[in-house]
């Protein structure tokens, strides 16, 4: 299996690994087949995401891709993070082979389901110890 220099990059130093203390949103999706399991969790600042953390229990692909994902949602308005589709950062790694497709929609879902967390909170219908948990991430392998 061959993987781009970004992808080698981004899984031997992955950014923004951690938690991020007070947290206004935190999201967690998990894999029931391979058992795979990502939390992120972002800082919002007048709808602008200030920080993006995460921790992966998962395979190689996965902290790449939840690397680049926190990398690009970093200063961004909420939205917009919200658009960044799995696609998009497989692009921005330069590729990921076809059987590994699957493992980047996890970080994907975990940005949303943090996103959610973090509406939820402004709603009062969710605590900090709330996490949304996600798990229909389709998973071939
Ligand atoms: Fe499960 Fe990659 S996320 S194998």
Redesign the pocket.
Known sequence: MEYSEKVMDHFQHPRNVGEIENADGIGQVG?A????IMRMYIKVEDGVITDAKFKTF?????IATSSMATELIKGKPIEEALKLTNSAVVEALEGLPPV?I??SV?AEQAIKAAVDNYYARLRGEASGDDMTVNSD?E?V?
Not at 58 to 62: D, I, P, S
């Open positions: 894999n087949k391979c058992g795979d998962g395979c190689g692909a996965a590994k699957h493992c996890l991430c998973h392998n």
